[in-house]
């Protein structure tokens, strides 16, 4: 017969997705607290009230170059967004409005910044994958300091390239890893360093896109074509090996992955369906992936569009945006190539061993995460954290939210924790503030790519940086 306080997992499974606040049957014989403890992170002690804002230009006004203008907006003693390059008018205007920018520091393009005198502290490089390396390289020729959005570039020799660029410069560069600046991220981050739990051994994480931001991004969007962009282990997952390789602080050294691309091809296009969800499709109405049931009707991921605020002129622009872009395209009838599922295993040094999945078919989006130690277990939810220490028979649980003045920034907090971040590190001219800086990053993009060649290849590769 079993023991009363012994570890039921059963039981464990069937009360971990009660509501916050419900107590836990565990494994102890010490009752952890029943309401989760609240995570909170002051800001960084070093930060400082700034003499003036830094003052940055954003290449690329489409939806991140929007996400760090809102920080402007937000706390303008932080920054100030003195210039734009932008081809789609619609946004550039939008963006010069929003910030007050005067017409002669608006401009088409990127390249079109650079044939002016530096007249900015910074660049944020938030263009497409493809068009990163371009600025970046230009903007550290000409000493501003960068917000380089994530993948840093589609190839391992242009990621190096800047790389070995930014090293002879000044400028301080930090690459968008916004996890790294979520309450919820910092708080694993601080259990897994705090050494109570022992020697780490094994890291499992799971990345849920959620099935109908896959569609959005990696099968109808800007990302659905790999060559174009960056394959979908970087494009979306570079913040995963990026957190990976953080919380255990051991590098990657081999990496072995599969991934297929499986549901989204024609062979599963349901009888009755179209090119177009537009078109009469017959199964449009029981379709998880309808496209007038996301955009026109559950108004969801509109951004991309370019359609008026005002909402009683937003419904017929909707629609005539999906008879004409690749967002009312059938997902079954794309041209897309990313695999929807993909799973990868990491041999850390320190023996520290890792398996990651991405799974585009989750109802939910998130990260969920259990991590293993000698005396100890953590198991993460993206919100929830709950800690089991063998030796104490205590068990912990904390429950993540985001900093209370960013008011839903995204990514839980953490893209206005990293513009804040490069804010002060601007200030203070000084790049050791920098929580993702380059040369962390550049070991997350090389196991990225590695990643890619052994998926393709079927070997496990070996990473070296
Ligand atoms: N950090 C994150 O969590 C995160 C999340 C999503 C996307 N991203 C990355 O951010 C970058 C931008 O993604 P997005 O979702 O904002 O895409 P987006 O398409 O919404 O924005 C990119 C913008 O760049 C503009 N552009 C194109 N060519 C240009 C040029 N020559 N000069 C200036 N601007 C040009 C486009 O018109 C568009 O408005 C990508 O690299 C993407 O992978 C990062």
Same mark, same amino acid.
């Given at each position: 017969?079993?023991?009363? *306080?012994?570890?039921? &997992? &059963? *039981?464990?499974?069937?009360? #971990?997705?009660? +509501?916050?606040? #419900?107590t836990l049957p565990i494994a102890t014989n010490k009752t952890s607290d029943a309401k989760p403890q609240a995570v909170r992170f002051e800001d960084d002690a070093r930060y400082q009230p700034l003499q003036k804002p830094v003052t940055a230009i954003v290449l690329g006004a489409g939806n991140r170059g929007n996400v760090y203008g809102r920080y402007a907006v937000a706390f303008p003693a932080d920054v100030k967004m003195v210039g734009v390059a932008e081809p789609v008018a619609f946004r550039n205007d939008r963006f010069a409005k929003t910030h007050q920018i005067e017409p002669k520091n608006c401009f088409k393009t990127w390249e079109d910044v650079f044939m002016v005198p530096k007249f900015a502290d910074a660049v944020i490089i938030s263009t497409p994958d493809f068009l990163h390396y371009g600025p970046a390289m230009r903007a550290i020729e000409m000493g501003y300091h960068i917000l380089l959005e994530k993948p840093i570039a589609p190839s391992l020799q242009e990621c190096l390239a800047i790389l070995a660029a930014a090293k002879k410069s000044n400028s301080i560069i930090a690459v968008c890893h916004v996890l790294r600046y979520t309450n919820y991220f910092r708080k694993l981050k601080e259990i897994c360093d705090g050494g109570t739990l022992g020697k780490m051994m094994s890291i499992n994480h799971l990345e849920g896109i959620e099935h109908v931001h896959m569609a959005h991004s990696y099968v109808r969007g800007n990302w659905h074509v790999s060559g174009q962009t960056n394959p979908i282990i970087l494009a979306k997952s570079c913040h995963d090996l990026d957190i990976i390789r953080w919380l255990s602080n051991q590098k990657c050294q081999t990496i072995s992955a599969m991934g297929k691309l499986t549901w989204f091809k024609a062979e599963n296009a349901p009888v009755g369906s179209t090119n177009r969800c537009t078109d009469g499709c017959k199964v449009e109405r029981e379709c998880a992936f309808s496209a007038i049931k996301i955009y026109a009707e559950q108004k969801k991921r509109i951004h991309v569009l370019d359609v008026p605020e005002d909402p009683t002129l937003q419904g017929p622009a909707i629609m005539e945006k999906l008879k004409t872009t690749n967002y009312g395209r059938c997902v079954y009838k794309m041209d897309n190539d990313q695999p929807d599922h993909y799973t990868t295993q990491m041999e850390m040094a320190g023996d520290v061993l890792v398996t990651f999945g991405l799974e585009a078919f989750t109802g939910w989006e998130a990260r969920k995460t259990r991590i293993m130690f000698a005396n100890g277990e953590i198991e993460g939810d993206n919100d929830l954290i709950t800690v089991t220490n063998f030796s104490t028979k205590t068990q912990t649980r904390w429950k993540a939210s985001e900093q209370a003045d960013f008011n839903n920034s995204g990514h839980g907090g953490g893209d206005f924790g990293l513009v804040r971040n490069f804010a002060q590190a601007v +200030?203070? *001219?000084?790049?050791?503030?920098?929580t993702s800086t380059i040369d962390a990053s550049i070991e997350s993009h090389v196991m990225g790519f590695m990643a890619e060649q052994s998926r393709k290849t079927g070997k496990r590769m070996t990473v070296e940086v």
């Open positions: 017969m079993k023991d009363k *306080n012994t570890f039921s &997992r &059963r *039981n464990w499974l069937k009360t #971990a997705s009660l +509501a916050v606040g #419900a +200030a203070q *001219n000084d790049r050791s503030l920098l």
